[in-house]
């Protein structure tokens, strides 16, 4: 049974996020994608909250588990049986870090390989980050997030939604 982990922070999740999922969960018996609970990076959502709006995100796809892990990638991978790690690439910037994470990885865990796919073009540019500083200026995002998590991005930003 192929089991693949797609980490990340997600905050929040973005339709670029949910074009990966989409096609990682095509190539996988089981996906599960998993919240990072990092303290030592600054969010704007808190881990449920970013697990709810992914499970939302999410619902219909029939093999797609959604949780949150703490600790090492590689650690959780063994735990889950998961030989598969997903992550996505927009550009070449993301080049570098990716490679020596997976490559790390790979050194700490042979048996886990890093699968990466290549963004959809129409979400090349889509960050969670960028997604934020438009939200907070009260800028449209309807065509970066599903409704709901431009919704709650308002509530964050405290935006008036009438
Ligand atoms: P991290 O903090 O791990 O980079 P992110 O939530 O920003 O977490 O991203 C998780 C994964 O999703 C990474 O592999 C990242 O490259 C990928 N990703 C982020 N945005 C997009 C997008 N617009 N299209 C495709 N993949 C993306």
Redesign the pocket.
């Known amino acids: 049974m192929k089991i693949s982990i797609?980490?990340?922070?997600?905050?929040p999740?973005?339709?670029?996020?949910i074009?990966?999922i989409e096609r990682a969960s095509k190539i996988s018996d089981k996906l599960i994608v998993s919240v990072?609970n990092?303290n030592e990076?600054k969010s704007l959502f808190t881990v449920d909250e970013r697990v709810e709006m992914i499970k939302e995100s999410t619902k219909n796809f029939q093999n797609v588990e959604v949780e949150y892990f703490d600790g090492l990638l590689v650690d959780y991978a063994k735990r889950k049986n998961a030989n598969i790690i997903?992550?996505?690439?927009?550009a070449v910037t993301?080049f570098e870090?990716?490679l020596q994470l997976a490559q790390t990885n790979r050194e700490l865990y042979n048996e886990v390989e890093t699968l990466?796919?290549?963004?959809?073009i129409q979400?090349?540019?889509?960050?969670?980050?960028i997604v934020k500083q438009v939200a907070e200026e009260n800028g449209d995002i309807s065509k970066f997030v599903p409704d709901f998590v431009a919704n709650k991005l308002k509530e964050k930003y405290k935006i008036n939604t009438l």
């Open positions: 797609y980490p990340g922070s997600f905050d999740i973005t339709n670029g996020h074009d990966i990072l990092n990076k997903i992550r996505g690439l927009r993301d870090y990716e990466f796919l290549l963004t959809s979400y090349s540019y889509l960050s969670s980050s």
